[in-house]
């Protein structure tokens, strides 16, 4: 059973820093014990996944199919987006998955969004959020109750926003690929965890690049996830370290 050292209180809203930080569970699973070194805590596992999407939601599945092995040590609880009848809801209720939806324009102000969407993922008691395609910002006050991770189809700095795929041809980058980041409140922003490289090819289109993209960013996702759940992490500036 691996274990923890205690998290420090957060630097920044969403990110952890500091010697050592662990997945949360939030007090409630989380159990002391003494090593050699101090005081640790226990994961107990399987880790306890929200994903959000935004749309098809392969990633989504990626992690579904990745959580069906106990040895991957966490389960997708739940699956939450901001709009309705997109394929990732229809994925996760064929999993026989709880979702929500929790949509923007329903709100008087983004603020509210963001509290509703913060209520609606603690509800089932994350110990990680997975933004897999959820195309929204989340604000402070989510970021201040949950670690999230998200994936990103460029390579960070480069190419951040909404349009990475399009961005990274028209600039005419030889090379793409795809980032798994700690979520800050900038766009993109958060400390990267881990990234793959994409060859752009001549004759590419956004759909033909996005879709080798996809590819390499889905095991990538998985790989990090599983990692996070298992192991935990570490936060030292803008590095990351996975156990
Ligand atoms: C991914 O490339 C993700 O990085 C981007 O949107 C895509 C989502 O794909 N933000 P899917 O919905 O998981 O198939």
Redesign the pocket.
Known sequence: MPSWRAAPPALSPGVAAGEGCRASRRGILSRQSLSPDGPTEELVLPARLVVL??????????LLDACADPAYGADVVAVGADRDDI??LARAQRAGLPTFVVRVPDHAQRDDWDAALTEAVAANQPDLVV?????KIVGKRFLERFTMV????ALLPAFAG?H??RDALDYGAKVTG?TVHLVDTGVDTGPVIAQAPVEVRPDDDEASL?TR??DV??ALLVDVVGRMSRGGWQVSGRKVHLK
Not at 131 to 135: C, K, L, Q, V, Y
């Open positions: 999407v935004s749309g098809t939601g392969t990633n989504l599945q990626a394929e990732g933004s897999a395609g959820f195309m998200n994936t990103h189809p909404a990475a795929v795809c996005h993209i996809k960013e889905r």
